[in-house]
């Protein structure tokens, strides 16, 4: 699989990261099988969280026989130091590790959120002055993270950032020309971009969310338009990985796309754009906090 350098950060990231939240809900041969086939397929970039129910006690146990072959990032949601320090510690001893590649303030989607966190992003910033993390990065789902995440960049010294990039909020102009602006703000900094919702097709709808277990949102199942979603998110300028989706039962599909990557041409602009075309009268699946749904 290709790997990118993922900004100062300096370490090369496989193009595909292995998003924790697929474990949400995985026994642990499950969890054992889908980290298994990730690492067989080149990913060395593992991206986890305590808010992903029982991905870090099912995952955890699996980090330290590979972990001089895997970059592992951890987030939290804490606002106050304290909890941010207690998360920390958890995820440390949950993850098998004495140190953390990097830790994210999680979740942070709008400007009114970034405020709320000021305390908590201090906090995480001193645990890489104290060497419990290599890096510290911000992430966010929502309409309103692009300029978020650019103003933190304006008051933090961050490594990384991780946003939605997908055909169908680029069919919107202010979100498309906020993450443009953050994308040239990452590349003259230096700073690392991990994109998420690369295959979201809409919010789920009634009972058929019931009837499935995966992420909040419905993703695209079908090879060809799960193929589209990740070149769309890695021919992006200024993307160096996507976060693969919350659902064990996409990722042999998911990896596959993302292994072939490197030897075909990214997306052309026209491809690009009828990308965008195609989504552009689908529904977002944000704002999150109305339309996400815990397919379990």
Not at 217 to 240: C, Q
Request: proline share 6%.
């Amino acid at each position: 699989m290709e790997t990118r350098r993922l900004g100062r950060t300096g370490h090369h990231s496989s193009v595909a990261v292995l998003g924790g939240a697929a474990f949400w809900a995985a026994e642990p041969e499950d969890a054992a099988r889908g980290f298994a086939l990730a690492l067989d397929r080149g990913v060395n970039h593992l991206d986890i969280a305590p808010q992903y129910g029982a991905a870090e006690v099912v995952v955890g146990p699996l980090i330290p026989p590979v972990r001089d072959r895997l970059f592992v990032a951890a987030k939290t949601q804490r606002r106050h130091p304290d909890g941010v320090r207690a998360e920390l510690e958890q995820s440390l001893s949950r993850l098998g590790c004495d140190q953390l590649d990097l830790y994210q303030l999680h979740a942070v989607t709008d400007l009114d959120v970034l405020e709320e966190r000021a305390a908590a992003a201090a906090a995480i910033l001193r645990a890489r002055d104290e060497g419990l993390v290599r890096f510290v990065g911000i992430t966010g789902h929502d309409l309103g993270a692009p300029a978020a995440h650019l103003e933190a960049l304006r008051r933090y010294d961050l490594d990384t950032v991780m946003f939605p990039v997908y055909p169908r909020v680029w069919a919107d102009a202010r979100y498309r020309a906020d993450a443009e602006a953050l994308l040239a703000e990452c590349q003259g900094r230096d700073i690392g971009v991990m994109a998420i919702k690369a295959v979201a097709r809409r919010p789920w709808a009634g009972p058929e969310a019931a009837r499935r277990g995966g992420p909040w949102y419905e993703p695209f199942d079908e090879p060809t338009l799960i193929d589209r979603g990740v070149r769309f998110a890695l021919s992006t300028p200024g993307v160096h990985a996507f976060c693969t989706p919350g659902d064990l039962s996409l990722l042999p599909t998911v990896l596959d796309v993302a292994a072939g990557v490197g030897s075909d041409a990214p997306l052309s602009e026209a491809a690009r754009a009828a990308a965008v075309e195609a989504m552009a009268g689908d529904e977002v699946i944000f704002p999150l906090a109305e339309k996400a749904v815990r397919a379990l």
